[in-house]
């Protein structure tokens, strides 16, 4: 069976997802154990509303922990501060102006599982990832959204340390 394609992400965004992981098993874990025996003290499992309810967060938790544990095995944690590259790549901070409104806007590709918009933090995968990889600073293009087109152009990209 092959092995299932590695998962690039920043170590930031590793760390998140240890995080998580982390506190599923040492607090939710427990927590929903503890819930279980509450709720088999009670009596007639058949009809103990809790029970039922505490095994199916305890199935949600364990499926999470499963997910998280595998993207975890499947990371490629890459360092984005020692990427040297003339092009965008992954991890690129990429600076944009909307060539008509001249709104400037900036994006960190970033992994799949770390992409936040609002902060301005894209995915790998995504859309605008997408038409942004293997371009140069001052390269033109227009990318379509549900809304319409539109222009863009690379004012900029760089590759820096995470918080920086």
């Known amino acids: 069976m092959p092995l ?7 170590p930031r965004g590793k760390q998140k997802l240890e995080d998580e992981l982390n506190h599923l098993i040492r607090v939710e874990r ?15 499992l058949s009809e103990n509303a809790e029970y039922s ?14 997910e998280l544990q595998a993207k975890i095995a499947n990371a490629e944690v890459i360092d984005v501060a020692k990427i040297k590259s003339d092009k965008i790549v ?3 901070t990429v600076t944009l102006i ?5 709104q400037v806007a900036t994006y960190q590709i970033v992994g799949d599982d770390e992409a936040a918009p ?11 990832a997408q038409a942004l990889m293997g371009k140069e600073a001052g390269d033109e293009f227009t990318f379509k959204t549900p809304k319409g087109e539109i222009d863009y152009e ?11």
Do not use: N, V
Not at 54 to 66: C, D, F, N, P, W
Not at 98 to 102: A, L, N, Q, S, V
């Open 4 to 10: 299932p394609p590695r998962s690039p992400m920043t």
């Open 30 to 44: 427990e927590a929903i154990k503890k819930a279980l025996a509450e709720a088999r003290a009670m009596g007639d």
């Open 53 to 66: 309810y505490a095994k199916e967060k305890q199935s949600l938790i364990e499926g999470r922990i499963l």
């Open 90 to 92: 992954f991890g690129a």
């Open 98 to 102: 909307d060539t008509d409104t001249e």
């Open 118 to 128: 609002a902060q301005g933090k894209i995915a790998l995968h995504g859309a605008l």
């Open 154 to 164: 690379i004012q900029s990209f760089c590759f820096k340390a995470e918080g920086h």
